[in-house]
Structure formats: C-alpha cells, structure tokens
Nanobody, 128 residues
C-alpha cells in the first residue's frame, strides 16, 4: 500500500509564499508520478501541478503557471510544491496524489481520476 501525507500548509498574506510537501511511504518508488490538486469551499476539485518519475517532467494548471514550482527529492520520497505570489483565490485544501508505476514514463497527468492514492489534504488560507 502507498500512503501519502501533506505538510506545510497554513495562513499566509496575499503575495506571500508557502512550500507544501508530500511524503510517500509504503510501496512507493521513484517512478511514481505525483500530482497536486486543490478544492476550495463550494467548488470542485481542480488540478494544480504534477511531476513524473524518471526525468521529473512537470505540468501546471494555467492558474498557477509562473507562480508555483513542483519538485521531487527521491532520496526522501518527497515532492514539494513551492507556491509564490499567493492570491486569495489560492485558498483551498491541497491534496497530493500518486500513481504506482513499474516502468519509466516521462510525463504526468492533471486528471484527478488517474490517481488512485491520495493524502488526507492540508489547508492553505491566503488572507490579509
């Protein structure tokens, strides 16, 4: 079983920065793509970013391009989401999710339905 836990959320002022982390444990490997998704109150869950295994190819939602950077530290089974230039509309519960892979695939999906493993989520509030 693959387990995920998010950390690093909290309250930040508009224009500020936060770094979220997603740590995997259990049956996990460097090949597993990791995605970040978020859900704001009263809204549907939306994609934020993802990173592949292998080359670490990344994709971003248009709403966060140029502000968020995803990276992975395979030695620690951790994926980071560095968020800068935060806006009130970034307020949401952020979830990381994973796909188990047994072969290298240098791309990742922003479709939440592709991810069977999910963390419990962590709150990010952007407010003055």
């Amino acid at each position: 079983q693959l387990q995920l836990v998010e950390s690093g959320g909290g309250l930040v002022q508009p224009g500020g920065s936060l770094r979220l982390s997603c740590t995997a444990s259990g049956f996990t490997s460097d090949l597993d793509p990791i995605g970040w998704f978020r859900q704001a109150p009263g809204k549907e869950r939306e994609a934020v970013s993802c990173i592949s295994g292998g080359t670490g190819h990344s994709n971003y939602a248009d709403s966060v391009k140029g502000r968020f950077i995803i990276s992975r530290d395979n030695s620690k089974n951790t994926v980071h989401l560095q968020m800068s230039g935060l806006k009130p509309e970034d307020t949401a519960v952020y979830y990381c999710a994973a796909i188990r892979r047994l072969t290298v695939f240098n791309d990742c999906s922003l479709l939440s339905s592709r991810y069977p493993y999910w963390g419990p989520g962590i709150q990010v509030i952007v407010s003055s």
